[in-house]
C-alpha cells in the first residue's frame, strides 16, 4: 500500500486513470462516471479494479481514503 501524497499516486496513473480517480473522489458512480468518459458502468468498473490493485485496495472507499 502506498503512503505518501496524492501526487506521488497520481504519478502512477495513466491520463485515463487519472480522470476516473479524479471523478471518484468526487464521489462520482460508475455509471456517472462512464457517461462522464463516454465508457459503459462495467467498462469503468473493470478500469477500476485495476487501479485498486495497483495500490492494494478493494474498495472505492479505500481508495478514496488513500488519495485523500
Known sequence: RLVGSEMCIRDRL???QKDIV??????????EIGVELGYSADSIKKRLSVIYKKFGV???IELIDLIS
Open 14 to 16: 495513466n491520463d485515463e
Open 58 to 60: 478493494r474498495k472505492r
Open 22 to 31: 479524479k471523478l471518484v473522489k468526487q464521489g462520482l458512480t460508475n455509471i
